[in-house]
């Protein structure tokens, strides 16, 4: 006979079970139907691409040393361009007698033809590999102090943040690779050293590199809802609102970092603001709206403590009309397990999704994700509609039936 405490554990069991299922099919859906930009950031989501930062490539390297070049760049057996140096100095070196290596000639990669002075960086293998990057006396110096990779993160974008937009383009461009690469509650802690002055400045400043733009948009958020003075508030406020209404063109790089801005510094008010500006509505640019779904999807992974959650999630359902960004908004819904959304995201199947595969297999994901029984009711309605058409977009994502 079932004891009652045991049909407690088998009960318990089961809807851990449900659960865990639930989440595999939402990961499998994240994989195979998101598009890649909207993939979720672990770093900065607004920062576009970024590289290794120099302070990464000193700390792996196991040699670091200053060289002059030795004639021009060419290909080597792999098709890299890679030219010769002398090392005049050594800056510092995890191999045995790394210090006895100057005077040597060694062959580096380069990403381009270096004249004159270069910093070089090789690898524990033997023989080592070596790859080098133009450096005047400035870039050199930077490498040298730029603060340990073993230091807290917050410490070093302090460091970093002093630097941003510098005059000398390999460091403005080594510092924005720091704040690309760090998390977001290091830059939050860190935004005390933020000069509020230069990243208003920047912020509208329309020759500014675009991708910067948009983390000096989150940063000057950031700020904005960091500072006691309401008048400085208010006038970060005023450079973010007129960045947002500025025209732009059709790629439009940062434009989530403002509003990413604008929903760090106001809460709730900011997506009231973006929804004032029509950024919700049918007559949004296309472009807009999809940095629009990304700042919203900034927002679930960082400001649900300032932003209701039902909220976002309510505001990403409202994309699901959009033709653009439907189907992402669908997936987004299903990895908020934001099942409340789940008769909006069937009817696409009819609407948006007679003309586009992609919102079809968005559908059929959310649904076979959704455990509420409307999911499974909407699911057998279209399978009884077009059977075929619906298994075709459920083995598209890979999912249970």
Known sequence: MVTRHALHVIDHHVARFRRQAAGRRIAILLTLCLPPWAAPASACPFCGVVGQSLAERRDAAAVVAVGESDGGAAADAAGFPTQRFQIHQVLRGLQPKARDRAGEMVAARVAGPVAGTAVLFATADAPPRWTALAANEAVLAHIVTAPAMTAPAAERLRWFAQRLEHPEPAIAEDAFT????????????????????????????PGIDQRRRGFYGLALGLVAASVDDAAERAACLDVLHRALEAPGDDFRAGFDGLMGGILVAEGPRGLEHLDS??????DARPVDQRHLLSALRFAWENLGGSIPRDRIAAATAALLARPVVAAAAAIDLARYQAWDAVDDVANLWDTLGAEDPLVRRAVAGYLSACPTPAAREQAARIRRQNPAAFQQAVEAVALPQ
Request: proline share 6%.
């Open 277 to 282: 500006r029509g950024l919700f509505g049918p």
């Open 178 to 205: 720091e704040f690309g690469l760090a998390p977001f509650e290091a830059v939050r802690e860190a935004a005390d050293a933020f000069d509020r002055k230069k990243l208003r400045g920047w912020v509208g400043e």
